[in-house]
């Protein structure tokens, strides 16, 4: 069962819970292409459950991506039904498009700064707040550490820094983590290896062998690795903190 609660930002919502005993920082969970779904939610709660006020943001119904279109949308990938599961990928592209406009970007990025504006000002939290993210999130994880230079440490998930982002503008380590058969992803891996090395930010990335996109994502049976998924925790959690120690 979740823990957590409904929370209002400026222009956006998000889901936050809390933890029961000292707070060790704020964690920020950036969803997946799928939305605010339940599976985000609960990451949201395991970062709590770790000591860590943490916020989901919901910035992908900005634009159009409910939770509601990610449910259906993650329905018909699910579907026993071909004519279902073939009509899934044009829908996406559909619901995709606004997402892929430069002023969303510009938007999401400040709408994620209201989040640690919001994160700065929990007791116990200021001067100590992560950022994780998953697909899209994993993207917009790079994004806001490139963008603020309050984050002090960033863990993205099989995304990939936006293109335009400024490399020198990271101010903290970056932990990323990727299937070995996420194609596009990995084919594009070196140049980032290469691009944070040059602009000095301390990075690492984290390939998982046998394993593709999504492998973190327990409620997707296609691409669920369980000991990646274990793996790739306990590195996030140590990772979050040493840096927050």
């Known amino acids: 069962m ?4 409904a929370i209002e ?6 889901y936050v819970s809390r933890p029961t005993g000292e707070v060790r920082g704020g964690v920020i969970v950036i969803e997946e292409i799928w939305g605010l779904v339940d599976h985000i939610k609960d990451i949201a709660d395991r970062f ?3 000591g860590y006020v943490t916020v989901a943001p919901d910035i992908l119904s900005h634009a159009g991506i409910t939770p509601e279109v990610g449910n259906e949308l993650l329905r018909l990938r699910e579907s026993p039904d071909e004519a279902e599961r ?3 990928q044009p829908l996406m592209r559909e619901k ?3 997402v892929n406009e430069p002023e969303y970007g510009s938007w999401a990025v400040s709408a994620l700064k209201q989040v640690v504006d919001w994160l700065e000002a929990q007791q116990g939290v200021s001067g100590r707040v992560v950022v994780t993210g998953f697909c899209f999130g994993g993207t917009y994880s790079f994004a806001l550490a490139a963008a603020d230079d309050r984050v002090r440490a960033a863990a993205p998930f099989y995304g990939a820094p936006p293109q335009g982002t400024e490399y020198d503008g990271f101010a903290c380590p970056v932990r990323a983590f990727y299937g070995e058969q996420d194609e596009r992803l990995i084919t594009g891996l070196p140049e980032v290896e290469q691009r944070m090395s040059e602009a000095g930010v301390d990075f690492e990335a984290t390939v998982y062998p046998g394993t593709g996109h999504a492998f973190f994502n327990d409620t997707n049976a296609h691409a669920y690795n369980e000991a990646a ?6 590195k996030v959690t140590d990772f979050f903190a040493k840096t927050l120690a």
Do not use: C
């Open 86 to 88: 073939t009509r899934m």
């Open 48 to 50: 709590a459950a770790q």
């Open 229 to 234: 998924a274990t793996d790739s925790w306990q």
């Open 2 to 5: 979740l823990k957590g609660n």
């Open 96 to 98: 995709m498009a606004p």
């Open 9 to 14: 930002f400026d222009g956006f919502t998000g």
